[in-house]
């Protein structure tokens, strides 16, 4: 007979992670995680390009039940991200849990036994009661539509993929994208190359970084009192939360929170960059929070150096020595980075085939319907299943928040279904349908519906132009949910089968 775990978990990132620290707690402990990297940490394991750092100030983007008293920085860079994940893996006994290299290829419900099937790549099934997925937004590379990228005869490098034996040193490089990952990498660039082309398509707000040391003795003091930490983590956090909800969420209302995002970003641009046709093309012609703006104070000066080049014409090819843009001009290249992002609304959501009861086709009914998942967590004919990276689930600030939202949502949901005798969840549809109406009248006056938001080629938008990523309510009312949602929101029964 299938052994039948309490729960499989596909990814062992921070959001893989909570979620199993949530189940340890609940007292299920018979857990597997599979990861298809060779180690944990998610995307702080995948990404190691240089100038990897948060964006978000390090005291709020971490557990708030795991406090790290020792970030080196206000923004904290990638390795120390990845060196708190293997510290919370420990403490919290989740490596036993993890299986690393075992890429998932799907999952289906088995309604006769009430247990989840899920199928690795190499053919083996693991069964579980319950089915986690933490895949991650941001886990699926974007390779460029561009032709040639693969007659390239040089080093073509995909920042996900970082090879940090490609040497940089007076090379001739070109980069194509200027989203959040490239203006973290530009100025390393900058520095190393002998001659650096940026190619871009479309300008990103930059703000100014207000970042530095942590010195010792303040770390002394977050290390010996935590609630000194809890207070900055507290500031932080409400800083993020009124320039996302005025700012994005009440654009209709407060357009003027918006306009201070876009003027602190333009003010920025016309202190760094004196030349006013540079200026002109690093100027964004959409509103401010239409696609997620960045902070670096090193990005635009390294712009302007002579040996670096802002190319805005279109790409038309690349061949074996470089790039060529539809102008029909050249540059020729030692090495080429695709700092090109990531692949949301095609490859992911879901990251793997999902069926559910009924032979429902997660990705599939997604595609035909609308996208939506309950309190960005749970949807209809899938028991027993939480989906972390749902649409509406991410704040679109620290994903910390999410995570514990997600948390509280699943003690309450599970404790209701124990206190209940049952075995098995499953949100109605009426819950799901006035979950999604509720969410699509809230973005009726954000920016993204109520702004101009055409030209700037955002991820938060789906094939069919809507902008269901982000959850367009303050994390404070995501988590009110998560603890006070209606339990009759869901359908509880009895397993056909007790494993
Ligand atoms: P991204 O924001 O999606 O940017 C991709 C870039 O590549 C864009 O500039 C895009 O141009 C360009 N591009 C893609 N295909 C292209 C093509 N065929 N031709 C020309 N240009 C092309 O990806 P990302 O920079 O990797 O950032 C993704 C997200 O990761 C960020 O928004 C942020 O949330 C997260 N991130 C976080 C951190 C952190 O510190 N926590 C650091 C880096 C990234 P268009 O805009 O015109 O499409």
Redesign the pocket.
């Known amino acids: 007979m299938t052994h039948v775990h309490d729960a499989v978990i596909v990814g062992a990132g921070f959001g893989g992670m909570g979620a199993a620290i949530q189940l340890r707690r609940m007292g299920y402990d018979d857990l597997v995680i599979l990861e298809r990297e060779d180690d944990l940490g998610g995307t702080w394991h995948v ?1 190691r390009y240089p100038g ?5 100030p390090s005291s709020t983007y971490s557990y708030s039940f795991e406090p790290n008293p020792h970030w080196s920085r206000l923004f904290a860079p990638g390795p120390e991200l990845k060196a708190y994940a293997g510290h919370v893996a420990d403490k919290y006994d989740l490596r036993r849990h993890m299986r690393f290299d075992t890429p998932v290829a799907g999952a289906h419900w088995d309604e006769d036994a009430s247990h989840w099937v899920v199928t690795l790549e190499d053919g083996a099934e693991i069964a579980g009661r319950f089915l986690l997925t933490a895949t991650g937004f ?1 886990s699926q590379p ?1 390779m ?3 032709a040639g990228v693969d007659s390239f005869e040089g080093e073509v490098i995909h ?1 996900t993929a970082w090879r940090d034996e490609v040497e940089l040193e007076g090379k001739r490089i070109g980069i ?9 990498l530009i100025p390393k660039l900058g520095k190393l190359a002998r001659h650096l082309t940026v ?4 300008p ?1 707000y930059v703000s100014p970084k207000v970042d530095g040391k942590v010195p010792a003795p303040v770390r002394a003091v977050f290390a010996k009192a935590p609630i000194s930490q809890k207070a900055t983590r507290l500031v932080g956090s409400s800083i993020l939360e009124v320039m996302m909800v005025a700012g994005v969420l009440h654009y209709r209302n407060a357009p003027w929170a918006n306009a201070i995002g876009k003027r602190a970003c333009q003010q920025h641009l016309k202190r760094q960059v004196k030349d006013p046709e540079l200026r002109r093309k690093l100027t964004p012609d959409y509103d401010f929070g239409c ?2 703006p ?1 902070f670096s104070n090193t990005y635009y000066p390294t712009l302007t150096q002579s040996h670096v080049d802002l190319e805005t014409t279109s ?1 038309d090819h690349v061949d074996a020595t470089g790039i060529v843009t539809t102008d029909g001009r050249r540059a020729d290249l030692d090495v080429l980075v695709l ?4 692949n949301l609304w095609d490859a992911n959501f879901p990251a793997i085939k999902i069926v559910g009861r009924e032979g429902r086709d997660l990705g599939q009914w997604w595609r035909d319907n609308r996208f939506c998942a309950y309190e960005g967590i749970s949807v209809p004919r899938f028991p027993n299943f939480i989906s972390l990276n749902s649409p509406y689930s991410y704040s679109g600030l620290s994903y910390f928040t999410t995570i514990e939202t997600q948390m509280a949502h699943m003690e309450r949901l599970l404790g209701a279904m124990e206190e209940k005798g049952a075995d098995v969840f499953e949100v109605k549809d009426e819950a799901n349908d006035a979950f999604l109406d509720r969410m699509t009248e809230l973005l009726g006056n954000s920016v993204f519906n109520a702004g101009s938001c055409a030209t700037a ?1 955002s ?1 938060y938008f789906n094939q069919h132009g809507e902008a269901v990523l982000l959850r367009p309510t303050s994390t404070i009312s995501a988590h009110r949910e998560a603890v006070r949602f209606p339990i009759d929101d869901y359908d509880y029964r009895r397993a056909r089968v007790t494993a």
Do not use: C, E, S
């Open positions: 990404n990897l750092a948060v964006d978000i941001l974007k460029p539509d561009i920042t194509i994208g200027t989203g959040a990952t490239a203006v973290q190619y871009q398509r479309t990103i696609k997620r960045t790409i700092a090109t992002g990531f080629r991820y």
